[in-house]
């Protein structure tokens, strides 16, 4: 069973341009989280999906972020005209659907942009 | 005031020494409580839950003080192989966000 997967892996983009990061949950999990770690700081929760619902986006930036967890396909996280601040560490992970206790989150190895 | 605190360290220690971290949170609701471990520029690793009755898994060993909103993470006889950064991370419910501290730097030196 192949664990959490995104890509790609490094992006490299020029202020102004888009970003697209992708992120495949693991078999049968129908959860998605996005969180983002700036240079030095935290990871921070930024929006939690389910197949083609957004449920908590109270992380997201209000404007140029988008995300996005298709009936099939990979979950996509957007980011539109990329300034040099967004340049992070962007890690998504996955949950199983039963509820009841704390489901582990699996976290994918991460898409690291820079944006020059 | 950060809803997770940790001190930032960085904690360097010889191996073989015994090294505690602690945590505060902020928000009474959380329910869930975790240690997770960040090597450098990769993603967070589950490391252990943690529970009021504390719990032991080989040379760590969790505590969780709800009365103090407190987390502890011990580690005993330290490997160079534990030099990393140590997250505390609480969870509020069943589904739902993780809520990260910034992380404790270790540095184990031989």
């Known amino acids: 069973n192949a664990g959490v997967m995104q890509n790609p892996r490094h992006l490299v983009r020029r202020r102004g341009q888009e970003a697209r990061l992708r992120c495949s949950p693991m078999?049968?999990?129908?959860?998605v989280y996005w969180y983002r770690q700036l240079p030095e700081e935290g990871l921070k929760f930024m929006v939690y999906?389910?197949?083609?619902?957004?449920?908590?986006e109270s992380g997201m930036p209000k404007e140029r972020f988008s995300a996005e967890f298709p009936k099939e396909g990979p979950s996509i996280l957007r980011i539109q005209q990329v300034v040099r601040g967004d340049s992070a560490a962007y890690f998504c992970?996955?949950?199983?659907?039963?509820?009841?206790?704390?489901?582990?989150?699996?976290f994918g190895p991460g898409t690291r942009l820079t944006v020059l | 005031r950060k809803e997770v605190e940790q001190d930032p360290g960085p904690f360097n220690v010889p191996e073989g020494a015994t090294v505690a971290f602690n945590c505060t949170y902020s928000?009474?609701?959380?329910?869930?409580f975790f240690w997770c471990r960040q090597d450098c520029r990769k993603e967070p690793k589950l490391l252990m839950s943690?529970?009021?009755s504390g719990n032991e898994d080989g040379r760590f060993t969790a505590q969780l003080n709800r009365a103090s909103q407190y987390i502890s993470l011990l580690i005993r006889d330290s490997k160079l192989s534990d030099s990393a950064t140590y997250l505390c991370?609480?969870?509020?419910?069943?589904?739902?966000?993780?809520?990260f501290g910034k992380g404790t730097k270790l540095s184990v030196k031989p």
């Open positions: 992970a996955s949950s199983p659907p039963k509820g009841g206790a704390y489901n582990e989150q699996f």
């Open positions: 078999k049968g999990h129908s959860h």
């Open positions: 999906l389910q197949k083609e619902n957004i449920i908590d």
């Open positions: 928000n009474s609701a959380s329910q869930s």
């Open positions: 943690v529970y009021s």
């Open positions: 991370v609480v969870h509020r419910g069943s589904q739902g966000n993780l809520i």
